[in-house]
Each structure stands twice: as C-alpha cells, then as structure tokens.
C-alpha cells in the first residue's frame, strides 16, 4: 500500500497573530512554525497503518524551503519518503489543491491523508478538492478509519451525530482529532532523519482563484464589569443584566 | 444567479441554510440577480419554505439515490445545476455538509473558494467576503478572480430576513447512486439537540469543574436558558467522558453565539479563539486574574460549585 500524507507548516497555536506592513499577511518575525496540529493525526494513522498492515509512507508538503523542518520531522517520526513541492502558499485553497493533485497523479497512491483543517488559512478545503480533481471517494472529519480490500469505513463527526462513511480505495480522508494519539519523534529516529534525504520538485504552475487583498486584527473586547456582593445577589445581578442590558435573555 | 444549497431537518429548513438564502437575496437584491435554493435527498418536502426567504427559483432533487449523503454525488449535483442555472455564485451554510461538499464543487467547476466567511459583498460583479483566519485571531479580506464563486456562512453570524417570492419548483434529476462514498448510517445521534455551532446559549465548562459528573450542573443551567453546553479541550481530554464534539476552541468547535457563559476555563489563547466572537461573554472563575476576564462583558469572581446553582435558581426564576 502507498500513502500520502499532506502537511501543512503553520504558525505555531500560540502565535500571537501580527499583520505585516503590507497589510495583508502575518508578520512572520517571531514567528515559530509548526506542523499544522491535525496533520500530526494523519502522519500517525499513516505510520499506524504501516506498521499493521506495511505500507509506503510519503510524506509532501508545499511551500518553500522552511517548510523542510517539518518534512525532517514526518522523516524521524518514521515516513519512507519525504517530498518538498517548491511553491509558494497564499491561502488559495484550490491552487494548492491542484499542486498537490499534479504531484500526486498516476503515483499510485492507495490513501491521501490530510488534516481536516490547515491552522492559519482555516479553509478545511484541499483534502476535498483533491479528492475532485483526482475523482476520489472523500470522508472529511474522521475519527475512525478502517480499511478493507480495496475498501473503507470511516466515521465522521457531522452535526447530528457521528457519521459511518463507506466508500472505495484509492481514497482522500482528512483527519479529526479523536483518530489516534500523535507518537514524539525517538532520538534514534532524530538521527536517522538527519541523513535522509528531502525530496524536491517544482510545484505545478497555476493560477489564482482567491487573494487575500487585506487583514485586520479583530476588535478588541473590552474587559467588562466584575460583579460585586453576596453570591445569591451577583447571579440574580447577572441574569438582570443579561436581560435588561445586554438584552440576550 | 446565485444559488443557495439548502439543508432540511424534520421537514424544515435548517437555520444557517436561512442564514444563507437570506444573505443571498440581500446580495441579489443589490447586484440584479436572482436568487435559487438547492435541495437535495431522498424527500425534499418542505423546500417551498425557501420562497418566503427570498427564493426565485426552488431547485429540487430528489430521489432514492440521494436519501443518503455522499460527497462526491452531491457534488456533482450542485455543480451541474450551477452550471445549468449558469450560477456565478454558490453559497452554503459553513454545517457540517456544507463545508463537506462546497470545497469539492469548487474543485469541479474551478471556483475559488473561502470557507466559514462572515461578510459578504459584490465588487465590481464578484464576491467579496471577509472571514476569519488564524482561527479568528484576524480577519481577511478575500476577492476572487474566478468566473464562479463558491463560499460558506459561517452560522449564527447573518440575519434571517423573511422576504416572500415567486419560488417557482423545477426539478433536477436525481441521477444513478454511482457514488464513491456514501453516508451508511447516523451513529449516536445527538437526541435533537442543536450543534454548537447554531446554539444562540452556550455554557461551557473546563479543567475547573474537577470532574465529568460535574457537567450535569451545566446542563441544568443550560436547560433553564435554553441553550447547550461546551467544554474545553482540558475538560475533554480529562478523560471524563465529555466527547470531543463538545470542545470549543482552535481544535474545536467555533462558535458565534449570543450569550457564552465560560465556567472554570482560564481563557487559554486556543480557547478564546473559538468563542471570541461570541455577542456577550460570561466567566465564572476563582482567580480574579484568569485571562478570561480579560474579554468577559461580565464577571464573577468565585467558586463555580457556589454560583452556578444559584445562577440556575435565579435562571429557572427569570423564565418560570
Ligand atoms: C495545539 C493546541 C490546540 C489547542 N486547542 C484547544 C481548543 O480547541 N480548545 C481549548 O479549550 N483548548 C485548547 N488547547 C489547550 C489550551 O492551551 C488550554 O490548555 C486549555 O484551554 C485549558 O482549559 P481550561 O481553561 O479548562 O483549564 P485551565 O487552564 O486549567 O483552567 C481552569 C480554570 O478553572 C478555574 N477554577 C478551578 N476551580 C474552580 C472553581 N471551583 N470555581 C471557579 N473556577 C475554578 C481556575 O482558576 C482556572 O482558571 C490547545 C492547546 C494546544 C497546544
Ligand atoms: N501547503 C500545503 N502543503 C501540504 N499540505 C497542505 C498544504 N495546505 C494544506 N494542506 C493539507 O490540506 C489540509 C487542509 O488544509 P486547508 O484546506 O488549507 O484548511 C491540511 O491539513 C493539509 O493536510
């Protein structure tokens, strides 16, 4: 079997979000980059599915020479393979989309493992629209995934209860947290890392669907009232307020 | 035209469905266009609701074939009826489906696509959203460059206005259920509650309520306001049995309510971008210097296991 797993480099979740001068972008001084927290769970399935069943493991991410830091890392966590697809990301969900579809195409790949969400461009989208563009079955959110002889059950979190997916291999599943616990990197598998190579090719040429053309902090909240007194009257004080105030009861 | 794919529940349609057919025709109304809801499944009975909301047209699919849900056979629906409605904009309601299926009919018909947007405007004949990025910690201006535009309303966060029209019924075929993937069965269904996403009312818990037992004074307090109740991702990962599903945060739910009451959570960075947009905030908590104070509209400072039964004597008091 040939998996893909696609990861994302992020800003850490910490991150406090600075737009830079241009206005359309995170100011990326002090910034520290991570693996796109949801990504973790589908390199884990990936490397769990390895280790069950054996399988190829590739690892691919788009973007720039930064984003290797996170491709070493898939490589000490055990990934077979780890590809840089030369790019540069702007948040159009379907530019990358196609990128990631180009590379993928007439490989082989048996499973595409994605997060469900990239931290920062909050698109939930390139899972999906590789599944379309490589005319793939799709279970987007999981939290179970089970494989059959060219096969899958999946269940998925929807909004009126957990759904069971059944659908064809090859097939796109993006990953939810509730899938599996993300293992730490070993020093020995650190090691290892460090001699292995990274893969590079140039992304597909495509063109933009979607452009940011500006970013702006929310509103801040003002810190509102602490009530004051005995506690019977703070929650009647509370729920007076709600009502007569704030007008949301 | 701007089509709106439309979600029933019971035989009505669902709320951010009406969140988005509403923003529709208002969008409509500015730029000349018209406005066409989308139904599919195995009944579409009561999508002449979507007249009264601004619906020029009702579009309906409906057959055996799509009783139940399956990705790639919805999306190919949606994308042949924007394509034979010659549509130039998509929306959905940022549901569980619809951010399912809109990315992947975005992908079919080569649209841009911006998901969860919380403002929307036509420029110069296109869409024009805003939406939040870095899970809410700032917010993005997007325009788009393709022909056909594809979003997702974020719920709870756009007006329902009732807007009465033709909503004249055309029928789609349903086509063969030659589908990659298929929705099997509905596991655990969450007993009629409604998802936190649409929830106007949420009372959500954290580390601070020792234990998951605990969560049943919640759901009291939630019952006597009308709303549901969240947790943190400290709560969920105690291993007290509260479901991740309930989490609110960047690894969670994002929520936009009405009224967000936090109960011994500290107001952690991930926390509060998952319910920062709330309209007014709530904490209760024992450290007057927790960081949730810092964007709560009001406070108490105090043991959560003292107020918190007295709030529900005083909630059940307000609405009895
Ligand atoms: C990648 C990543 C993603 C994350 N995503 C999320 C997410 O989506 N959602 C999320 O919530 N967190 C998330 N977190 C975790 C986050 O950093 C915090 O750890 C978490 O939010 C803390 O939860 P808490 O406020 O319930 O617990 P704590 O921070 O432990 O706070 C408990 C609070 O309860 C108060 N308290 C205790 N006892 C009482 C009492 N008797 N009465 C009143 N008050 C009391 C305390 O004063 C304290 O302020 C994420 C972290 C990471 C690294
Ligand atoms: N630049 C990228 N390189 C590799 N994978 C990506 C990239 N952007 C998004 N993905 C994958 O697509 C998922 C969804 O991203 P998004 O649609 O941006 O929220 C992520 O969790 C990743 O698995």
Not at chain 2, 9 to 37: F, M, N, T, W
């Amino acid at each position: 079997m040939k998996i893909l797993v696609a990861l994302k480099q992020v800003p850490d979740t910490e991150t406090k979000i600075k737009v830079a001068a241009e206005g359309k972008s995170l100011d990326p001084a002090d910034v520290k980059w991570i693996t796109s927290p949801y990504d973790e769970y589908a390199l884990e399935e990936a490397l769990r599915l390895k280790e069950a069943k054996g399988a190829e493991v590739v690892a691919v991410s788009v973007g720039g020479e930064k984003a290797k830091d996170i491709l070493r890392n898939a490589l000490a966590l055990g990934a077979d393979q780890a590809v840089l697809v030369k790019a540069t990301e702007t948040g159009d969900p379907l530019a990358v989309a196609r990128i990631l579809a180009t590379f993928a195409e007439g490989k082989g790949f048996d499973l595409l493992l994605f997060g469900n969400k990239g931290f920062g461009a909050d698109n939930g989208a390139v899972g999906s629209m590789v599944a379309e563009l490589l005319g793939l079955a799709q279970a987007n959110l999981v939290t179970k995934l089970e494989l059959g002889e060219g096969t899958f059950r999946a269940e998925r979190e929807g909004d009126g209860g957990t759904e069971v997916i059944e659908g064809s291999l090859p097939a796109v599943i993006t990953a939810q947290r509730g899938l599996n616990e993300p293992r730490y990197a070993s020093l020995k598998g650190i090691m290892a890392a460090k001699k292995k190579p990274i893969e590079e090719v140039d992304g597909a040429i495509v063109t933009a669907t979607v452009r940011v053309s500006s970013m702006v902090l929310p509103p801040a909240r003002l810190e509102g009232r602490k009530l004051d007194g005995e506690v019977p009257a703070q929650a009647a004080a509370l729920l007076g307020l709600l009502k007569n105030e704030a007008k949301v009861l | 035209m701007i089509l709106v794919f439309c979600e029933l529940q019971d035989g009505k349609i669902r709320k951010p469905s009406l969140e988005a057919l509403s923003e529709a025709r208002r969008l409509a109304d500015g730029s000349g266009k018209q406005v066409g809801a989308i139904f599919a499944g195995g009944s579409v009975a009561g999508a002449e609701e979507a007249a009264a909301y601004g619906a020029d047209v009702i579009l309906k699919a409906e057959g055996p074939s799509l009783a139940a849900y399956s990705s790639d056979g919805y999306a190919r629906l949606l994308a042949d009826a924007v394509k034979a409605k010659g549509a130039s904009v998509l929306l959905a309601a940022a549901t569980s489906a619809g951010k399912d299926v809109a990315p992947r009919v975005a992908a079919r018909l080569g649209a841009g696509y911006a998901a969860d947007v919380t403002g929307l405007a036509m420029k110069d004949g296109k869409l024009q959203v805003q939406r939040p990025v870095y899970a809410g910690k700032a917010f993005a201006t997007v325009d788009f460059e393709s022909a056909i535009q594809v979003a997702t309303t974020r719920p709870n966060v756009f007006p329902v206005a009732q807007c009465p029209k033709a909503g004249a019924s055309e029928g789609l075929a349903a086509g063969a259920a030659d589908f990659k993937a298929v929705v099997k069965e509905i596991l655990a269904k969450a007993g009629g509650k409604v998802d936190l996403t649409e929830a106007d009312i949420i009372v959500s818990g954290g580390r601070g309520m020792k234990e998951g037992a605990n969560f049943k004074i919640l759901e009291e307090l939630a019952e006597a306001l009308g709303g549901v109740v969240g947790a943190s991702r400290a709560a969920v990962d105690a291993g007290w049995g509260i479901p991740h599903s309930m989490q609110v945060g960047q690894t969670g739910k994002v929520v936009s309510p009405t009224l967000y009451i936090a109960c011994g959570i500290s107001g952690a960075i991930q926390h509060v971008a998952g319910m920062s947009s709330s309209k007014v905030i709530v904490a209760i908590n024992k450290d007057p210097e927790a960081p949730i104070f810092k964007l709560a509209n009001y406070g108490i400072v105090g043991d959560l296991f003292e107020v918190l039964p007295e709030l529900i004597k005083a909630a059940k008091a307000l609405k009895g």
